[in-house]
């Protein structure tokens, strides 16, 4: 017969922050263990950065190139990870019955949803690590004070494509999540304003590129990254995103298909 001490601690159920913390390290994990999503969010931005700075044919702006690329290719490592991965992931975790199932455990589906921002951060935490270091290999010189801004922009920036990854994701099909999701990326990477400013873009995009969230998020990482200043007005347009993609998502997210 088995006898219970009970001065033993028992072995109760992990706290909430203890789940979301567990899932959103498997979720990171999965996210970089994929290798299409590697491929996504670090192989191509690298590979952007290196030709950003080597091709002379495109007009980055006044300044030295290896410190107006590494901005922008960071913001596109945003894109990457909180909107294109994390839609194409979401997508295809509903079709197959696993947003559904996680979302009666004891995570729930409010612990589901935080632990994969949580998720997000932390792969964007490894990307600016990354890319970081490569720029400095290539000569970049960030404008220190500026980093605080930085962090902000890069906050904002994740909770606004997280919030449109999820809208997107929660509602088309994973098929279409696929397509669009990648069509995106592609899209905003030549004409979005992201790793080259609306200011070295034809004139006919300026004024819908003052709108939009990836010309927000790649200018005020470049006014902070290379002039070290805050960029309030990009602010509030990604601050804008984010709140009406979160209420979207909340409205239209569908947990299966």
């Known amino acids: 017969m088995t006898t219970v001490d009970p001065a033993a601690p028992s072995a109760g159920p992990a706290s909430p922050a203890a789940r979301v913390l567990a899932q959103a390290r498997f979720e990171a994990t999965t996210l ?13 931005p690298a590979a952007v950065l290196v030709g950003l700075v080597h091709a002379r044919s495109i007009s980055l702006g006044d300044g030295r190139r290896v410190d107006l690329a590494v901005p ?6 945003v894109i990457s990870s909180a909107f294109t991965g ?52 290539l000569g970049w010189e ?3 004070r500026g980093i605080p801004a930085a962090v902000v922009a890069l906050v904002l920036g994740t ?10 994701g929660g509602t088309l099909r994973a098929e279409g999540v696929l397509a669009v999701a990648n069509l995106v990326w592609v899209a905003l990477l030549g004409l979005g ?9 034809p004139d006919g995009f300026a004024a819908v590129l003052t709108v939009l969230p990836s010309a927000a998020l790649g200018d005020s990482l470049r006014a902070a990254l290379v002039d070290g200043q805050a960029a309030p007005g990009a602010w509030l347009v990604l601050l804008g995103w984010a709140v009406g993609a979160t209420l979207l998502a909340r409205r239209f997210f569908r947990w299966g298909d």
């Not at 909770?159 to 997107?168: E, S």
Request: charged share 10%; net charge positive.
């Open 159 to 168: 909770w606004a494509f997280t919030a449109l990854a999820l809208l997107l």
């Open 193 to 201: 304003g992201v790793v080259v400013a609306g200011t070295e873009l």
């Open 142 to 144: 960030p404008a220190l």
């Open 86 to 137: 994390q839609a194409i992931s979401t997508g295809f975790d509903r079709r197959y019955g696993v947003l559904r199932l996680l979302g009666v455990t004891p995570l729930g589906r409010t612990g589901l949803v935080l632990a994969k921002a949580v998720a997000v951060l932390a792969v964007i935490a490894v990307q600016v690590a990354l890319i970081g270091a490569l720029g400095a290999v």
């Open 32 to 44: 970089l263990r994929n290798g299409e999503q590697l491929l996504v969010a670090v192989l191509l």
């Open 72 to 77: 922008g290719v960071l913001a596109l490592c």
